[in-house]
Nanobody, 127 residues
Framework: QVQLRESGGGSVPAGGSLRLSCAASGYTSRANCMGWFRQAPGKERERVAT????????NYADSVKGRFTISHDNTQNTVYLQMNSLKPEDTAMYYCAAATGIRGWKGCGSVNNYSYWGQGTQVTVSS
């Protein structure tokens, strides 16, 4: 129902910046939450940043607060993740995701609420 495709990943040195993009299509009006998640090899998937589409309320993982910013372009149904001051521990596959049927912003914080996922884009940060 909702199709997502990430882009913008790559390899950067520590301290560098990168901007990820997520193009959404399909029944995008049904998406109540949009978010970025990441998963490193051997690690579980973790929430990076999310926002509630009704109000624009955003939430960030403690590990990225002050460094990452989630935003969106309403005219093009595109979600962005601006990543600054990148660290080697940020290295992971980054996924864009959408949740439907959520009535409050707190619901965007649960990974279990996300039904639609992109294919992922790799971010590698070297020392």
């Amino acid at each position: 129902q909702v199709q997502l495709r990430e882009s913008g990943g790559g390899s950067v040195p520590a301290g560098g910046s990168l901007r990820l993009s997520c193009a959404a299509s399909g029944y995008t009006s049904r998406a109540n939450c949009m978010g970025w998640f990441r998963q490193a090899p051997g690690k579980e998937r973790e929430r990076v940043a999310t926002f509630y589409t009704a109000t624009g309320n955003t939430n960030y993982a403690d590990s990225v607060k002050g460094r990452f910013t989630i935003s969106h372009d309403n005219t093009q149904n595109t979600v962005y993740l601006q990543m600054n001051s990148l660290k080697p521990e940020d290295t992971a596959m980054y996924y864009c995701a959408a949740a439907t049927g959520i009535r409050g912003w707190k619901g965007c914080g649960s990974v279990n609420n996300y039904s639609y996922w992109g294919q992922g884009t790799q971010v590698t940060v070297s020392s």
